[in-house]
């Protein structure tokens, strides 16, 4: 018997590693030797080189990824050694209470953690995944994974960890409204939005959410036929119920969006970002998803107590990247391609 999954997420398909983020480190660093440093609040500040790093004594871990947009992918197994290594060496203060994690890409990625809560999950620093050097788009050379956290604390491309008295907010966490303690059994994805009640809804009458940044919003249940939602970031939207007929949701951002039981009959996904969003029970006739992303995305319950659940109506008007749907679960994948009737 495989464990249990946290709430609402499904198991990727067990060759299937999805990519998520940025996809690769920082180009114009291509050639530069790699180096991890330890700063801040510590009483010996330090930094090593890759080689030192493959010279500490390894060591195997088994982990479970659950990504924030529902897929999870239990057992991994890295092989590096415990964050804790390095942080013995640099005598962290006491005044220490934040760890910041900051990758060498483009946009410095970063991501942060209570250092208790750090040393509690025992964080990893991985070198290898499944006996083979982390692929670079996963992280190589060196990325941490954070057991027991959604894997957006997972930082790929390591280059800096520094200690802080304060937290930093990671990347994610500040721009998208990730949640900062990202307990994946608590299903903390996302942190409560800031729009106040009376602009949703004025927004909802207007009927026009383009380009605006509307993370959490509730529409459940509304009568939005024609709804302009181009561009419109819309993680965690909650548009459960409701009359979406002949909307455009072109390039918008919909991960983990809620459109379950939606009508969405001739509603148009162009390029959008659909990872993770719940179309189950919603009305797909005509729907079109080309070049949509569909990493973790729900078209039918993937297990029977999901009874009070039920199946995207898909027709043969429904459309589809053929390469996009590839990204989806297994059994979403047969369920679509059952009804697309291929
Ligand atoms: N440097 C960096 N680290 C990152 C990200 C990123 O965009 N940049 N994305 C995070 C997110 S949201 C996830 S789910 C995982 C994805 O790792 P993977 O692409 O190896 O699956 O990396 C996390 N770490
Ligand atoms: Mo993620």
Known sequence: MSKPLPPNQQLAAADKWPLVGEKASDPSRMDEPWHVSIGGLVAQPKEWSLEDLEKLPQEQRVIDIHCVTRWSKPGATFTGFSLKTLLDQCQPLPEARFLSFIARS?????????????????VFIALNYEGQPLQPEHGGPIRTVVPKKYFYKSLKWLEKIELLADDHLGTWEKDSG???????????????????????????????????????IDAKGRDLPELNAKTALLRDSHFENTNLENACFDKANLSN?????????????LDADCEGADFRGADLSGTD????????????????????????IIDTNTKFTDKKLKDLTPIQYDYVKQQLGV
């Open 257 to 269: 969006a809620h459109l379950d039981h939606a009508n969405l009959k001739n509603a148009t996904f």
């Open 178 to 216: 990730y949640h900062n303690v990202a307990d994946p059994w608590k299903e903390q994805r996302y942190i409560i939005p800031n729009i106040q009640k009376s602009e949703q809804l004025k927004l909802i009458g207007q009927r026009n959410f383009e380009g605006l940044d509307l993370l959490g």
């Open 289 to 312: 998803f080309t070049g949509a992303s569909l990493f973790g995305a729900t078209f039918t319950p993937e297990n029977a107590e999901d009874k009070n659940q039920q199946s995207a």
């Open 106 to 122: 483009d946009q410095g990625h970063n991501t942060s953690l209570p250092l208790d809560e750090a040393l509690e999950l025992d």
